[in-house]
């Protein structure tokens, strides 16, 4: 099984930019596609982004266009989520998932279906 490890998250100012780093136990094969997505209190969790293996392709949620950018470090075996100008709105509980022979669109929108998911890391947009 694939373990992932969310990390980045803390305290930042509006405006202000965080990068969140997913680490995957093992390396990431083709036909693997993996995610952010978020959970603010009170409301139910969303995508914001997700990455295929097989052929690098990107999906985002509408919410999420222009400020976040999703990448990954093969050799490094971590996915990354770049976010900037965070808004209070953006504070959430963080989480990477993924699952193999799923593709990133896929994996955005169909989310519960996802078998490995990490733990977690919460970000805090706040003055």
């Known amino acids: 099984d694939v373990q992932l490890q969310a990390s980045g998250g803390g305290l930042v100012q509006p405006g202000g930019s965080l990068r969140l780093s997913c680490a995957a136990s093992k390396f990431m094969l083709a036909n693997y596609a993996i995610g952010w997505f978020r959970q603010a209190p009170g409301k139910e969790r969303e995508a914001v982004s997700c990455?295929?293996?097989?052929?690098?392709?990107?999906y985002y949620g509408d919410s999420f266009k222009g400020r976040f950018t999703i990448s990954s470090d093969s050799a490094k075996k971590v996915v990354y989520l770049q976010m900037n100008n965070l808004q209070p709105e953006d504070t959430a509980v963080y989480y990477c998932?993924?699952?193999?022979?799923?593709?990133?669109?896929?994996?955005?929108?169909?989310?519960?279906?996802?078998?490995?998911w990490g733990q977690g890391t919460l970000v805090t947009v706040s003055s």
């Open positions: 998932a993924g699952d193999y022979f799923v593709n990133a669109e896929y994996a955005c929108r169909e989310d519960k279906t996802l078998d490995y």
């Open positions: 990455l295929s293996t097989t052929d690098a392709r990107t």
